[in-house]
């Protein structure tokens, strides 16, 4: 199986330390368990960056790091071991084995953050850490700093200055090693094949919870403990609610399906989405809107490339999506005209693109002074078009045929040196492979 090595850990952290500022200090709490009713937790899942710095996967840790301090630069605390916790939830690291499994220079328990922490960060010019995430831990650390600073007139030295440490961070981020695309493209099969198995076992009458359970079954069984997100299993008009996550309704005969879902594997998102008939043929109307979303979607991958801009795929996607609905007389006017005024935005309303990495909706900046940003090699992003004519947004102008009908074809996108590549392209997203696949035995 691939794993990122703690060898990769301890370089994102010395390349951290590498560009913050000469006697400055980073703190990157890890998260807790969140309560979901009385004494029961919703499953475990780490903060973002602190697992990109260290791999760790347990709850309530702190990571800090400390350039050219001589007693070490990378000091984790944790939970101690215990016993009856363990008996309880499983087995703890602990601050001496986190040494060497995790690779930091120290590691002290997470009882003594308040009595150690402090001493760090006195006589440290710069603070980095991302405010907001975890409010009760900003507290504290502005506790710390506060305490300092009345000790000043007797020579303690207090931090200056909070810097964010997202603006570093997360430009790292967005660029995936190689072993971050290995994680990626399983990810990415193992999401593919259970949108797969949803095509081969749909059946009118089903429910959509019945359908999005064959997903979690295909995730579960090849390694992927959970979604990536929640899963999306809409059919017939709820397509055409975005984020529709209910999935409690009967899937039709003569509707369409539309399924956005993808695993995490070993904390990396697959992310795609394909719709499909629930009865296995496509009506014509159908397959009017559908080739429009797939022409759609073929163009914005054709311009997923470096120096391109970010936005440039979304460009070309629109550029379709509006030509085609002027075509079938859904859309009235000039193409240009009707993208500049945002008209389309009534049927395609979402960008059609998004960085994909540890988070669904990944890190990273999608502009630099005003200006789209180019894609480059390591980056991985999503393209997804659609359409969506529901009732209460079509007009009497609009042809009864399509009303009701929602599309979206979403696949993840690898940056390379060369152009790209798609992760997702397994599972196929031409009508006609659709229809056979689903007519196979």
């Known amino acids: 199986m691939v794993s990122i090595s703690s060898r990769e850990y301890a370089r994102r952290r010395r390349r951290l330390m590498n560009e913050m500022e000469p006697g400055s200090i980073a703190v990157i709490p890890g998260a807790s368990q969140q309560r979901r009713n009385r004494d029961i937790f919703y499953p475990f899942r780490q903060d973002s960056d602190f697992y990109y710095l260290t791999g760790f996967c347990e709850p309530d840790a702190l990571l800090v790091l400390v350039p050219l301090r001589e007693q070490g630069e990378s000091i984790l605390f944790c939970r101690e071991k215990d016993p009856k916790l363990e008996q309880r939830d499983g087995a703890i690291l602990g601050p001496e084995a986190?040494?060497?499994?995790?690779?930091?220079?120290?590691?002290?328990p997470?009882?003594?953050?308040?009595?150690?922490?402090?001493?760090?960060?006195?006589?440290?010019?710069?603070?980095?850490?991302t405010m907001g995430e975890y409010p009760s831990f900003d507290a504290r650390v502005m506790s710390y700093v506060a305490h300092i600073r009345g000790r000043e007139s007797g020579g303690a030295g207090p931090p200056g200055e909070f810097v964010s440490l997202k603006h570093l961070l997360h430009e790292h981020r967005i660029y995936k090693s190689a072993a971050e695309i290995q994680l990626m493209?399983?990810?990415?099969?193992?999401?593919?094949?259970?949108?797969?198995?949803?095509?081969?076992?749909?059946?009118?009458?089903?429910?959509?919870?019945?359908?999005?359970?064959?997903?979690?079954?295909?995730?579960?069984?090849?390694?992927?403990?959970?979604?990536?997100?929640?899963?999306?299993?809409?059919?017939g008009e709820n397509a055409c609610?975005?984020?529709?996550?209910?999935?409690?309704?009967?899937?039709?005969?003569?509707?369409?399906?539309?399924?956005?879902?993808?695993?995490?594997?070993?904390?990396?998102?697959?992310?795609?989405?394909?719709?499909?008939?629930?009865?296995g043929r496509y009506?014509?109307?159908?397959?009017?809107?559908?080739?429009?979303?797939?022409?759609?979607?073929?163009?914005?991958?054709?311009?997923?490339?470096?120096?391109?801009?970010?936005n440039a795929p979304h460009e070309a996607a629109v550029e379709v999506m509006v030509e085609g609905l002027i075509e079938l007389g859904i859309l009235h006017g000039d193409a240009d005209e009707l993208i500049a005024d945002g008209s389309y935005l009534l049927f395609s309303p979402h960008k059609s693109s998004h960085w994909l990495g540890i988070d669904v909706h990944d890190v990273g900046e999608y502009r630099f002074h005003d200006e789209w940003r180019p894609l480059e090699p390591g980056m991985v992003l999503t393209i997804e078009p659609g359409i969506y004519i529901s009732r209460g947004?079509?007009?009497?102008?609009?042809?009864?045929?399509?009303?009701?009908?929602?599309i979206r074809i979403e696949d993840d996108v690898l940056i390379t040196h060369y152009g790209c590549d798609v992760l997702s392209k397994s599972i196929a997203k031409e009508t006609s492979a659709i229809e056979l696949l689903m007519q196979a035995p």
């Open 283 to 310: 009506s014509a109307a159908q397959k009017e809107i559908y080739n429009i979303v797939l022409a759609a979607n073929l163009a914005a991958i054709d311009l997923c490339r470096p120096g391109e801009h970010f």
């Open 185 to 235: 493209r399983q990810a990415a099969e193992i999401s593919a094949n259970a949108h797969l198995r949803a095509m081969q076992r749909v059946r009118p009458g089903m429910l959509e919870g019945e359908l999005e359970a064959e997903l979690v079954y295909e995730f579960m069984r090849n390694g992927a403990p959970a979604a990536a997100y929640p899963s999306i299993v809409g059919g």
């Open 241 to 279: 609610v975005l984020h529709y996550v209910n999935n409690n309704c009967v899937l039709n005969a003569g509707e369409l399906v539309l399924i956005d879902a993808g695993c995490e594997y070993e904390h990396y998102a697959g992310d795609i989405t394909r719709t499909f008939p629930v009865d």
């Open 98 to 108: 986190a040494i060497a499994s995790i690779g930091v220079d120290d590691a002290f």
């Open 110 to 129: 997470v009882a003594d953050e308040d009595e150690i922490l402090p001493g760090l960060i006195e006589s440290r010019h710069r603070i980095y850490m």
């Open 393 to 406: 947004t079509a007009s009497a102008q609009v042809p009864e045929q399509y009303i009701g009908i929602g």
